[in-house]
T-cell receptor, first 118, second 115 residues
Framework: GAVVSQHPSRVICKSGTSVKIECRSL??????MFWYRQFPKKSLMLMAT?????????EQGVEKDKFLINHASLTLSTLTVTSAHPEDSSFYIC??????????????FGEGSRLTVL | AQKITQTQPGMFVQEKEAVTLDCTYD???????LFWYKQPSSGEMIFLIY??????QNATEGRYSLNFQKARKSANLVISASQLGDSAMYFC????????????FGSGTQLTVLP
């Protein structure tokens, strides 16, 4: 398969600060990565599609200015939660598309990042 | 728009027995992929199995098999010989083949394996 690494796995921050989460494809190039958010006991909801070298495509209801996504290289996408508030506390998880990996649907997930805003 | 439905919020199974987790989907696109993921309490999404809409045979991966019934739009996951370590949340998901592969997830089924 293909490996996606996400960092940090856990982060606690004060309200009003910004937090950056990294998503890296370790053994493949990913022109497309995805960011999901998951509330406790709930399913994953797509926040945005990150495309290398271009602007991210955000899902309806997701604030672009709150959740900044940068996909500056073929192996790295970052999600920055700006001016975080307690309601932004959640589990954020990325996935990346690895073209050509058979019988997998070509999608691989990072380990996820649990954000707690105090 | 596509939709995934998992009607079993929770399931119990005795260790060593088989269990079926239900999943139905809805899409008008003829080209799609169906996924099952396992999410333990640690949060990581563990890929289990994939079925393409044009695949003739049901997908199998070790103790996991996907019972794909295209006409009924169902993609049930069968876990054979359940183990205690199988206790986790299980998500069914779908992507459209022509898209960038964004996933739409079902609401999940919490599986508990009893000793």
């Amino acid at each position: 398969g293909a490996v996606v690494s996400q960092h940090p796995s856990r982060v606690i921050c004060k309200s009003g600060t910004s937090v950056k989460i990294e998503c890296r494809s370790l053994d493949f190039q990913a022109t497309t990565m995805f960011w999901y958010r998951q509330f406790p006991k709930k399913s994953l909801m797509l926040m945005a599609t990150s495309n290398e070298g271009s602007k991210a495509t955000y899902e309806q209801g997701v604030e672009k200015d709150k959740f900044l996504i940068n996909h500056a290289s073929l192996t790295l996408s970052t999600l920055t939660v700006t001016s975080a508030h307690p309601e932004d506390s959640s589990f954020y998880i990325c996935s990346a598309r690895a073209v050509g990996v058979p019988n997998t649907g070509e999608l691989f997930f990072g380990e996820g990042s649990r954000l707690t805003v105090l | 728009a596509q939709k995934i439905t998992q009607t079993q919020p929770g399931m119990f199974v005795q260790e060593k027995e088989a269990v079926t987790l239900d999943c139905t989907y809805d899409t008008s696109d003829p080209s799609y992929g169906l996924f099952w993921y396992k999410q333990p309490s640690s949060g990581e999404m563990i890929f289990l199995i994939y079925q393409g809409s044009y695949d003739q045979q049901n997908a199998t991966e070790g103790r996991y098999s996907l019972n794909f019934q295209k006409a009924r739009k169902s993609a049930n996951l069968v876990i054979s010989a359940s183990q205690l370590g199988d206790s986790a949340m299980y998500f069914c998901a779908m992507s459209l083949r022509g898209s960038a592969r964004q996933l739409t997830f079902g609401s999940g089924t919490q599986l508990t394996v009893l000793p």
